[in-house]
């Protein structure tokens, strides 16, 4: 013990620990950039697909309307073992909360088998964790404590595993939104261009979201959904309000609500789109403004503990080897 106290406060191994860890981020704040792949292919053929997929179960819905016969399903199934787990102990009723459907599609995740996933990764994720941790304690691990310790750190660790789940898919609405967030206000511009122009709002949508995807691939794919959905849905106010619920942000929502008024009360679209607009890009500005209001408390405390010590040995560091030097 004494031992590693020594060595926990020995100035050559803590700055060789605090170099190592000042290497390590540079390192992964230059390499995340350089392996971020670009998946605005897959995604724009995702949406081909997806869009083929409203299509053809629409028409389906009125083939079926005509004969009365079964609808078939067009949706992509989940895999057969995790619905089969998932059915057998009825995990739909027990873990999947109100509300989940919708943070779902949030995240991108939209359909029965991103819900058959997210309650699947619920039962599976805590139970790996338990036993990873128990044969890592009792196994591989040497440790001193009594068995019963040992079993209270695995199940706490299990415990963790039950939220893990709700903090990832949060962590992935938060990203998409902020992506959404960042580039609703140009997607308005383009869409009031597109309006005003004389193009349709089912081709300004589809315009925009071709010429917006460079900036945010999320916000280009709801814009291509909610096309489709506008192309082959009976209720064009569903279109929009789906669209709303999927991104979950409320300047979204307003301009959605904009459009139904649009359409139930033949309201001009471009001047709704022009103010709307204009709020989005203040909104915008605000937060921008927010975030370098508080900068400076931020920046206390690194400068304190990184920036105060050099300035001191710069400034009083000679006078120090001076005194020295006399003595």
Known sequence: MVELLYTLTNPQFLFAMFSAIAVAATVFTLAVPLLAKNDLAARKKRMAVERSSIRARERAALARENQHG???SLRQQPKQYMQNIVDQFDLKQRLLADGTRDKL???????????VRYIFSRLVIPIALFLFTLVYLFGIGDFDQP???RILIAVAIGAVGVYLPNV???NRIQKRQLSIRRAWPDALDLMLICVESGMSIEQAFKKVADEVAVQSIPLAEELALVNAEL??????????ENLGRRTGLEQVKSVMTSLIQADSYGTPVGQA??????????M????AEKKAAGLP???TVPMIVFFLPCLFIVIIGPTVIQIMGVD
Do not use: C, F, H, W
């Open 70 to 72: 079964p609808r078939p």
């Open 273 to 282: 789109l022009r103010v709307l607009g204009q709020e989005s890009r203040d």
């Open 297 to 299: 408390p931020k920046l």
């Open 284 to 287: 915008r500005m605000a937060e």
């Open 147 to 149: 068995p019963l310790i």
């Open 231 to 240: 192309s082959y849905l009976n209720d064009r106010r569903k279109a929009y």
């Open 168 to 170: 990832l898919l949060k």
């Open 105 to 115: 599609a949030q995240a991108g995740e939209r359909g029965e088998t991103a819900v």
